[in-house]
């Protein structure tokens, strides 16, 4: 008898340990993480204890269904908090340490307590509960025959930045409004807030504007290619243009809705007065360069060219008219219904990369400038940027721009995203603009995330190490005015929604810690290891992600007796790299890099992977010597 009782004692403290989390890996890092003795094993019978208003009811219904859907268990929402297991309290006095967004969160062996002000606050610990439970939790289907448990912990948790966000561009490669939604999911789990919702551009535009219907009869549509952008063949007069849509205004409704309850703001961008190549299509009149009514809408073919030295110009023009009156009631139209679309504060109207050259030699721009006194082309899109502010606040909203509007000049209360570097935030923030940090060379998503053998190729590449390294108040920085820090995500050589999850995560998890958690509480080694248990989070959920971190960096040079030598180096601590140029696939057990090597003479192909001890944790890596030729570096 004593024998089976030690058994059965031991069985069940086995239970206990197989369902604890090793690794206790939040992202974003809390402010306070206090780790106590114990676990809390979820029961069969789960109530969730919530007072009865919709948004606290929100965050109890989401959680419900996140348990229920793994577990089995049966999960009630009461407004009985005394008999719950799981508590959502909002405070009856007001906890100024925490804010608006923060939380406690409190895991013992008897309950769980989640405590915050406001019902966002209980939102955002929620998702840290369903961190602290084992990954099986974020799967999408029924997991039997395991216990559930969260480790004992004291956690105060508030955010660094008010804005944290993720732009998507649905412009170049059209997303669904189903998968808009994902996004919205996949963005709140890690505490963003702000989903920048990039509407219009080249390519397409995707917004309804009832007064304006060719806008998406014909700007919402281009014909399909799947190559390189820039770089595709020839349009064909005769080819079909189907492809492309848009977003009735009730899809846009439903968005907004779907995000609010998950305390997310939109920002919709309508991008002028550059990149308006799919309005101009639909209303060739908003243009003044002859034969803009023979203008398509775009499907990414080469229609700029970016000189080694100097500024970019047009192939043909795709900018609205600052001298054309009939640009301002259009405008006036747009902005209109996308005030009442959109409750957000601000409205964002791009103003980036606007060609200019098609301006200089224009008679109406010519007189323009002679009528207003403006001497630069950058003095000119100021006019058209002013004219349109006071129409963006005629509609009880705040305008929004990217850094080039600056050159222009607007007034303070039109705020700036520094995308150009930090340069434009300092700029700006000195200025008295609210700032958004969104420098291409830490936050870009659509940039290649490792070598370009291994990723489709745009721009530059940027590692998750570099991302995870931003600090948004940079040298000069007014920080009062920093509002915080957005990841952006251009799609040109996105073209599907997998694809999309691909390029956001991990790097997204970066700009997430970044955005929230106290800048002394980062350390890249330990982001490391939590990295790497949510992409088994990510696994349950079936959610795609970028492995690029674990590929290696090539750096060739070539010395007097021209032999190429290869330097490899990782991002990741405590990985070994193998390597061989006989055309073989390397494991373990072929050589491993301890230093630069030397290219054998007649070697047509280096291949490299990389492991943990005796698991691979990296892919297959293939670097033609030709291209290692292409790069190299002569000493």
Not at 544 to 569: H, I, R
Not at 585 to 595: A, L, M, N, T
Not at 605 to 615: D, H, S
Request: charged share 25%; net charge neutral; hydrophobic share 35%.
């Amino acid at each position: 008898m004593k024998k089976m009782i030690v058994l059965a004692v031991c069985c069940s403290i086995t239970a206990v340990v197989f369902c604890q989390p090793k690794n206790i890996s939040i992202i974003p890092e809390p402010v306070q993480l206090v780790k106590k003795t114990g676990v809390y094993l979820l029961p069969k019978d789960i109530i969730i204890g919530a007072t009865n208003t919709t948004a606290v009811q929100f965050a109890a219904d989401y959680l419900q269904k996140k348990i229920s859907l793994a577990t089995g268990y049966a999960v009630k929402v009461s407004d009985n908090s005394a008999a719950a297991n799981i508590q959502l309290l909002l405070n009856a006095t007001t906890n100024t340490s925490i804010g608006k967004e923060g939380y406690e969160l409190s895991v013992t062996p008897q309950n769980i307590i989640i405590k915050a002000n406001q019902p966002a606050g209980l939102f955002y610990g929620v998702q840290t509960l369903l961190q602290l439970l084992p990954k099986e939790i974020a799967g999408k289907e029924l997991v039997k025959n395991m216990e559930w448990a969260a480790p004992c912990v004291e956690i105060t948790d508030y955010p660094r930045f008010g804005w944290r966000g993720l732009m998507l561009d649905v412009s170049r490669h059209f997303f669904t409004k189903e998968e808009v939604k994902t996004f919205i999911d996949e963005m709140a789990a890690y505490k963003f807030n702000l989903f920048h919702w990039h509407l219009t551009d080249d390519q397409g535009w995707r917004v309804e504007i009832k007064s304006l219907p060719k806008l998406t009869s014909i700007g919402a549509w281009n014909v399909k290619r799947t190559g390189r952008f820039g770089s595709f063949l020839p349009i064909k007069d005769d080819e079909p243009r189907n492809y492309g849509g848009f977003y009735t205004q009730d899809d846009i409704k439903e968005v907004v809705q779907y995000a609010a309850a998950r305390f997310v703001n939109v920002l919709p961008e309508v991008d002028v007065p550059g990149h308006s190549l799919a309005a101009i299509a639909a209303y060739p009149e908003l243009s003044c360069t002859p034969g803009a009514e023979k203008y398509k809408v775009s499907s990414g073919d080469k229609f700029i060219e970016w000189p080694a030295k100097g500024h970019f110009y047009g192939l043909l023009d795709n900018t609205l008219c600052p001298a054309n009156e009939k640009v301002y009631p259009f405008l006036d139209k747009v902005m209109t219904e996308l005030a009442q679309l959109f409750p957000f504060e601000y409205i964002h109207v791009g103003g980036d990369e606007c060609i200019h050259n098609y301006w200089e030699n224009n008679p109406a721009i010519k007189a323009l400038m002679q009528k207003e006194g403006l001497k630069t082309m950058n003095a000119v899109q100021g006019y058209f940027e002013k004219r349109l502010e006071k129409i963006v606040q005629s509609k009880g909203k705040k305008m929004m721009g990217w850094d080039e509007i600056l050159e222009g000049g607007v007034s303070p209360t039109t705020a700036i995203m520094s995308w150009r570097g930090t340069k434009g935030g300092v700029e700006a923030s000195n200025k008295k603009h609210e700032v958004v940090m969104s420098p291409t060379t830490f936050v870009y998503l659509d940039y290649m995330q490792s070598d370009e053998i291994m990723e489709p190729k745009v721009y530059a590449s940027l590692r998750v190490s570099k991302t995870y390294s931003y600090e948004p108040v940079s040298e000069g920085i007014d920080e009062k005015y920093v509002k915080g820090i957005q990841g952006n995500l251009w799609s040109e050589q996105v073209y599907n929604y997998r694809q999309v999850q691909y390029m956001t995560w991990p790097r997204a998890f970066a700009v997430s810690e970044t955005a929230w958690s106290p800048a002394g509480k980062k350390n890249w080694n330990s982001f490391v290891g939590k990295i790497e248990d949510h992409f088994k989070r990510f696994d349950a959920a079936e959610i795609k992600y970028g492995p690029g971190m674990y590929d290696p960096d090539f750096k060739v040079s070539q010395n007097g007796k021209e032999e190429l030598t290869v330097s490899l180096k990782t991002e990741i601590e405590g990985l070994d790299i193998y390597y061989s140029f006989d055309n073989s696939y390397p494991d373990r057990f072929y050589p491993r890099y301890e230093g630069p090597v030397t290219v054998p003479v007649d070697a047509t192909m280096l291949r490299v992977i990389t492991y943990r001890g005796k698991q691979p944790v990296g892919r297959m890596n293939n670097m033609p010597v030709a291209e290692l030729k292409k790069r190299t570096e002569k000493k």
